[in-house]
């Protein structure tokens, strides 16, 4: 199947747009978005549906093509922006997914984004083992994935 010119253009890990300048600032280009980071929210509610919508068409590139890493990624975003949203059934089920995508691959860092998920998605659902077992499992995916100081 030809990989269509928009996929190649994708960021692989979705990683924000670096604006340059290197001033390490890492606030977004909206407004709202830069508030609803002070009261803890990753993007305001107008960016939500954009932010969906652009990561609706990467899963939908991702999938059918088995780019596994890509449709994993895809995922912890989309369950990212189900919290965000309040949905932490939606974000629970995602974030599953990606984890059931990420392991067999051995993709840490998905696998790590999704735990981090997890934990936040059960806390808000009220489960009380739960957080606490995806969270001690993404500090030890972090520890792996954190070169140790010299
Ligand atoms: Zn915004």
Redesign the pocket.
């Known amino acids: 199947m030809p990989e269509p010119a928009e996929f190649r253009e994708t960021p692989s890990r979705f990683e924000k747009k670096q604006t340059g300048g290197g001033s390490g600032d890492e606030s977004?280009d909206?407004p709202?978005?830069d508030e609803?980071v002070d009261v803890g929210d990753k993007?305001?509610a107008?960016?939500l549906d954009p932010a969906l919508a652009a990561c609706e068409r990467a899963l939908d590139l991702a999938a059918p093509r088995n780019y596994r890493l890509i449709h994993a990624d895809g995922l912890v975003l989309r369950a990212r922006i189900a919290l965000a949203g309040g949905d932490a059934i939606a974000a629970r089920n995602d974030a599953e997914s990606a984890l059931q995508i990420a392991e067999p691959c051995e993709y840490a860092w998905a696998e790590r984004d999704a735990c981090e998920v997890l934990a936040q998605a059960w806390r808000t659902l009220g489960n009380l083992v739960e957080p606490a077992r995806y969270a001690g499992r993404a500090a030890n995916l972090n520890r792996r994935l954190t070169p140790a100081a010299e």
């Open positions: 977004s909206c709202d978005c609803a993007f305001c107008n960016c």
